[in-house]
């Protein structure tokens, strides 16, 4: 019997947040399905978008998670074109995807939306 549906998912989540954390990261071992992948964390928010559902804490881990990846001006450029890709794939939803961070009390130190300049 499992008790807790979704928490399999979100221990994997924080605990891929937690590793992330714990050591500087390289850009160039960054992947794109890193980020895609916290941020399917938070996939109830961007499919329905706001107000409701608001994003909870394994959202706002993932959310923590990919601004510790972001630690870098390299590393915020990375993000922001895995983040401008996410975006083209999802663009209904792009408004969305935006304001998580934020949500999070997150900033990447870039914006979020499809016209964002990742040589920041």
Not at 63 to 81: E, F, H, K, L, P
């Amino acid at each position: 019997m499992e008790l807790c549906v979704g928490c399999n998912k979100a221990l994997r989540i924080i605990g891929l947040a937690m590793l992330l954390s714990s050591a500087p990261i390289v850009s160039s071992f960054i992947e794109c399905s890193i980020i895609t992948q916290l941020f399917s964390a938070c996939s109830l928010f961007i499919t329905h978008g706001t107000p409701d559902p608001i994003p909870g804490s394994p959202c706002c881990d993932a959310m923590s998670g990919v601004n510790n990846i972001a630690n870098t001006a390299d590393n915020r450029q990375y993000v922001c074109r895995c983040l401008m890709d996410l975006i083209d794939n999802f663009s209904s939803n792009a408004s969305a995807i935006g304001i998580l961070p934020g949500l999070c009390g997150i900033s990447f130190g870039f914006n979020i939306d499809p016209n964002a300049d990742c040589t920041l």
